[in-house]
């Protein structure tokens, strides 16, 4: 048996996101985002394929995406407020970090676990990020599975998608807790 780790349990037992909306800055620096990259670089991965890489998104670049979010949402026949709603992650971002899932042909590795692979290691970058003491917010939203959008805005090629935007920067107000699954409901033990 491994020895017990009662900090990360008790961490992993009260994480809260926070609301892209309400961080601040400043923001991580290269330096402080790196051993958070790390981390999340240490994501299960069957088959070390590594079905994800990294595109960190920096606040002056946060424009060009928000005007693009506003393109495409007029493309694909958005309402007037669902576009406000998709550009305001970039209008109000500070740093993120794209999570790109990339699809590699493998007779043994099935493209579904590598599709989790990918959103364990959004998973994993947001919590590095809380446990790093950061504000950290996981969005995706309809631009970012809009397939152009991800080519203009990020360079992706055809075996590649979005698999979530991970903002990060200080921590605003703190939003009130939610409610979380009554565990009773969603488990089931078998014995036999």
């Not at 996101?17 to 299960?44: G, H, N, Q, Y």
């Not at 993120?96 to 579904?112: F, L, M």
Request: charged share 25%.
């Amino acid at each position: 048996m491994s020895l017990r780790n009662d900090a990360a349990l008790e961490f992993l037992l009260s994480r809260r996101s926070r609301p892209a909306k309400t961080l601040v800055a400043p923001a991580p620096t290269r330096a402080e985002l790196e051993p958070i990259l790390t981390a999340a670089a240490r994501t299960p991965d069957h088959g070390m394929l590594v079905p994800w890489r990294f595109i960190v998104v920096e606040q002056p670049a946060m424009a060009r995406l928000a005007d693009l979010t506003v393109e495409t949402g007029q493309r694909l026949g958005k309402s007037e407020e669902d576009i406000a709603k998709g550009r305001s992650q970039f209008d109000l971002g500070h740093l993120a970090v794209v999570v790109v899932e990339v699809q590699t042909p493998s007779p043994k590795i099935p493209a579904i676990e590598q599709t989790y692979a990918a959103g364990a290691a959004c998973l994993s970058l947001l919590n590095a990020a809380l446990a790093s003491g950061w504000g950290a917010n996981w969005l995706s939203g309809w631009a970012s599975h809009d397939r152009t959008f991800g080519e203009m805005a990020f360079d992706l090629k055809d075996n590649e998608r979005i698999a979530g935007i991970v903002h990060i920067a200080t921590e605003g107000p703190r939003p009130p807790e939610r409610p979380r699954p009554d565990l009773a409901e969603i488990t089931t033990w078998v014995s036999e």
